[in-house]
């Protein structure tokens, strides 16, 4: 099983800012299988970011995905308010399909 | 626009079953696979099960193995999830969510319904 380890858990930052929130594979991930989500409180998750790299649809391109084999990054380039919440990564290259355990931006 | 909504959320004794539902619609359900992940209070997401477009393949995670079951119906869009043998560490909000392909390869998460809160306690 792959374990993925986010960082940091809490991410204090103002809007306008740059965040940059990592995730960390235990072993290689097959193809760059990795996505991000983000939550709000009492919210299903959202899918930002797919194959490392690719945006979601809808998704502002202040968001991007970067990183390959352990190692995976988001950055959110200006944080707006909106994009206060908790940010998890997902690998699904290889089964058990396993998720990080989130990053929280807080203001 | 797609929609999933779960539906068979509630509180079950240890040792009990439900059946969870989703209704799927804004898509054709059939060509894609579909999944369940849950999310116990305060903790992160944890993928339950995957299942391919037609039906033929399917996927557990350990922790729910021998014990949850997921199945379809295409002709009504909607997806299952049984759960027997139930546990306290089984409590937790039930997301279904649309994969964005017919197999069980592509096993991210496009679009998830609202969650369906089972709560297993005595």
Known sequence: EIVLTQSPGTLSLSPGERATLSCRASQSVNSSYLAWYQQKPGQAPRLLIYAAS?????????FSGSGSGTDFTLT???LEPEDFAVYSCQQYGSSPLTFGGGTKVEI | EVQLLESGGGLVQPGGS?????????FTFSSYAM??????????LEWVSILSGIGGTTF???SVKGRFTISRDNSKNTLFLQMNSLG???????????NPGYSTSRGYFEYWGQGALVTVSS
């Open chain 1, 54 to 62: 690719n945006r979601a649809t809808g998704i502002p391109d202040r």
């Open chain 1, 76 to 78: 959110i380039s200006r």
């Open chain 2, 18 to 26: 439900l059946r969870l539902s989703c209704a799927a619609s804004g």
């Open chain 2, 35 to 44: 999944s369940w992940v849950r999310q116990a209070p305060g903790k992160g």
């Open chain 2, 60 to 62: 557990y995670a350990d």
């Open chain 2, 88 to 98: 306290v560490d089984d409590t937790a909000v039930y997301y279904c969510a649309k």
